[in-house]
């Protein structure tokens, strides 16, 4: 196995798109010692293609709750009794204050994200306020997470100085009726490309441990390859109590990092960042690293805790990497 491990990634170095039965077949890998040269191998993948650096983003749950989709995972969705903090969207001058700090303490990119299917109305031209004011006083990348928008909107944003747009497919085609029924996968996809359509780079990627086997993680790889998807967050399940998935099964730590080396084979030159649920990961998720990843969501996530920005920058440092310089 280590002949073909070795074999995929000259391959993949060469500047070839590795297959999806090459895929298929390193995900049969179950060996741990095969695993770890997995991981090696994806690591020099990520250090041909993309260097050194790791991109650091913060994101502020700038409305929570109330949300009318269904998505089996999430805390915000009216349909599933959470007790999570409920508020309509955040005011100008908080979302200032904490870009500010972000900025200041290093971080590359600050992003809104906001509960809902989709950000309309007085919401919708209140955050574009808000990033006009963003863009006019400091230097840090902005980005968006607001849900199922149409081109027109995408295109304001892009206005307003936005580079980048979240938008996750969460999982595979073939599970997503599985995890969501209150809109489509296509829905999602056409939101992705209206937004490259706007001129915005895309950020979308999923959830790993909602049930669905380690193929359609390999399917979502793929859907987001043909996407031309620039960032790509992976999420490590944290099961909220209330949702259909509060006693879903954890994913080892194996298996976590065998996605993650994965994806980067499939997704050689992208960002692959460590997203919601770094606390179920060994040293939230340091060894993620060492197998292809290259960026992470630092600060407090939307409703579970992340690590600090301080501590991320330090592990950074502690692996002989280095955090993206702005401007």
Do not use: W
């Not at 895929?23 to 695993?35: C, N």
């Not at 996407?227 to 194996?254: C, D, H, M, R, Y």
């Amino acid at each position: 196995m280590r002949e073909f491990i070795k074999s995929i990634e000259e391959k993949v170095l060469g500047g070839q798109a590795i297959s999806y039965d090459e895929v298929i077949k390193l995900a049969d890998i179950e060996d741990k010692e095969d695993i770890l040269e997995l991981c090696n191998s994806a690591n020099k993948v990520r250090q041909f293609f993309c260097g050194t650096e790791v991109d650091l983003c913060t994101i502020m749950n700038a409305k929570s709750g109330r949300c009318t989709e269904d998505c089996k995972f999430c805390a915000q969705s009216a349909h599933y009794k959470t007790n999570v903090e409920e508020y309509g969207l955040v005011s100008k001058e908080d979302a200032l204050k904490l870009a500010r700090e972000n900025e200041k303490e290093g971080v590359n990119r600050f992003s809104l994200v906001t509960s809902g299917r989709g950000a309309t109305g007085s919401d919708f031209e209140k955050i574009l306020d808000i990033y006009e004011d963003l863009n006019k006083e400091m230097k840090i990348d902005l980005c968006a997470s607001l849900g199922i928008l149409g081109y027109d909107q995408l295109l304001k944003l892009k206005e307003k100085g936005i580079t980048m747009y979240h938008h996750n497919l969460e999982t595979s085609r073939e599970y997503y009726e599985n995890i969501c029924t209150t809109h489509s996968y296509d829905e999602r996809i056409n939101t992705i490309n209206a937004a490259k359509k706007a001129g915005m780079v895309i950020c979308s990627g999923g959830i790993i441990g909602l049930g669905e086997s380690l193929r359609d993680r390999i399917n979502l790889a793929f859907q987001l390859r043909n996407l031309g998807v620039k960032s790509i967050p992976v999420n490590v399940l944290n099961p909220i109590k209330g949702t259909p998935l509060e006693n879903a099964e954890s994913l080892s730590q194996e298996e976590i990092l065998k996605t993650i080396a994965i994806i980067r084979f499939v997704n050689p030159k992208a960002l692959i960042r460590l997203a919601g649920g770094r606390n179920r990961i060994d040293e939230f998720g340091k060894n993620c690293f060492n197998a292809g990843a290259n960026a992470t969501i630092t600060g407090n996530y939307l409703t579970t805790s992340g690590n600090k920005i301080c501590d991320d920058k330090k592990m950074v440092s502690e692996l002989n990497l280095e955090v993206r310089k702005n401007g």
